[in-house]
């Protein structure tokens, strides 16, 4: 009998088969079915277990945590760029005006010190030195002639004049004194008798001199003559020396070892006292010049071992000196370092981009934590999720809960934070992808 919504309706069965009703709803209406037996599957529905709630076994996944340790500072490595450059570069020129005869090297060369370079055309000093060198030879033979002395043929010569001087006198007094008698009888005129002893007087003069003559020949040289023959001879040296002077300065010499860096003329050419021929710059003492902060200065003293960086490779330097100045457009004080290992199988390139790293601490509480803790947030905020234990009267279990932190500084694979943490606190490592707040975990540490 099947009954719906009061009508009922009666159907013969066919055998009998037992029945079981069903009874749908919390209302009055029901509904009995009249099914075989065998189409009732193998459980029993009864009212007792409907009304009971299920029972749901809770995952419980595994994570790593670190605890965390308090930290009053961490260190920031901050990097400064600067300049390699060549220790000594010279724009190397002749002092005198010339033709360029020769050049030796050419650009990207490696020269010595005190290599030959470039000369210019010295046939004019050349014959300048020869002209020279002849004076001198004929001022060290008048010096020469100085020193010996008159020879005792000018010695006889000069005896003989004042001899027959000293005769010419005699005879000329001698007249004038017969010229006087007869003067005085008036057997002369006062002219004749004046003409006898002016005669007389004038060969008395040239006597003297004569004598002195004799007297200088007996004496010999005098030693100023001979000082000022020599300071003569000193001239004239002099004046070679420069010559020659002029001649090395027409040889352009290499001051220090290193590369030539340009080459500005060839031969031929007619250069100017003191213009530009070459450039020259020492390749195997480098330097690195970098701007530092003025408060940072006074920690890198002059002496101290450094690290600079050169593209993919570091290289040991030692600070030289510091420059007075600031630097105005950047405000930095220039460092001056000497490359004291570069490897000379691969040299470094003048003008490369050189960098120095200098460690900072900076004074900040604080935690570290590995990077992977990390868990962004909204509006770029941070986040990390700890382990919170709930204990009941059964067992321990362990929640996940959300803590905002802030990142202050990064270093490789972990992160500096502060936040709503604290020492002691569990942090979740890693797999933070895979929790939500509020489930249930098995913390284990990773330390």
Excluded: C
């Amino acid at each position: 009998m099947l009954k719906v919504g009061g009508a009922e309706a009666t159907e013969q069965a066919a055998s009998n088969r037992p029945t079981f009703k069903l009874s749908f709803g919390r209302g009055p209406r029901w509904l009995l079915l009249l099914l075989p037996l065998a189409a009732v599957p193998v459980f029993a529905l009864n009212q007792t277990n409907r009304d009971q709630p299920a029972r749901v076994s809770e995952a419980v996944l595994p994570v790593e945590v670190t605890r965390l340790s308090a930290a009053d500072s961490y260190t920031v490595s901050r990097e400064y760029t600067g300049e390699i450059v060549a220790r000594r570069s010279s724009e190397l020129g002749f002092e005198r005006a010339g033709t360029v005869m020769s050049l030796q090297v050419d650009e990207g060369d490696f020269v010595s010190e005190g290599a030959v370079l470039a000369t210019l055309d010295t046939r004019d000093l050349i014959a300048q030195r020869q002209q020279l060198q002849a004076q001198k030879r004929q001022s060290l033979a008048q010096l020469e002639e100085l020193e010996v002395g008159p020879r005792s043929e000018d010695v006889l010569a000069a005896q003989a004049a004042v001899s027959d001087l000293r005769n010419q006198l005699e005879l000329a007094q001698l007249q004038a004194q017969r010229r006087a008698s007869l003067y005085a009888q008036g057997a002369v005129s006062k002219e004749e008798l004046d003409e006898r002893q002016f005669g007389a007087n004038a060969i008395a003069d040239r006597l003297q001199q004569a004598q002195s003559q004799l007297t200088e020949l007996q004496n010999g040289t005098r030693q100023e003559q001979i000082s000022a023959q020599v300071a003569r001879v000193e001239q004239i040296d002099a004046q070679i020396q420069a010559v020659d002077i002029s001649l090395d300065k027409s040889r352009l010499l290499a001051p220090f070892s290193g590369k030539i860096a340009s080459r500005l003329v060839d031969e031929g050419t007619v250069v100017a006292s003191g213009q530009q021929v070459m450039k020259l710059v020492e390749s195997d003492r480098l330097e690195a010049r970098i701007g530092v902060p003025e408060a940072i200065a006074p920690r890198l003293q002059t002496g101290s071992q450094q690290r600079v960086t050169v593209g993919d490779r570091t290289y040991s330097a030692q600070v030289t000196s510091q420059l007075p100045e600031v630097d105005e457009p950047s405000q930095t004080v220039t460092l001056v370092l000497e490359i004291i290992n570069s490897d000379q199988t691969e040299p470094l390139t003048i003008g490369a981009t050189a960098r120095l790293a200098i460690a900072e601490q900076q004074p900040e509480e604080g935690y570290w934590l590995p990077s992977t803790a990390l868990v962004a947030g909204e509006q770029g905020l941070w986040s990390a999720y700890v382990v919170t234990a709930e204990t009941d009267l059964e067992e321990t279990d362990y929640r996940v809960a959300r803590r905002d932190v802030e990142v202050l500084h990064t270093e490789g694979s972990r992160a500096f934070i502060r936040g709503l943490v604290q020492a002691g606190d569990r942090v979740i490592t890693s797999g933070t992808h895979r929790i939500v707040t509020g489930q249930k975990v098995n913390p284990t540490d990773s330390l």
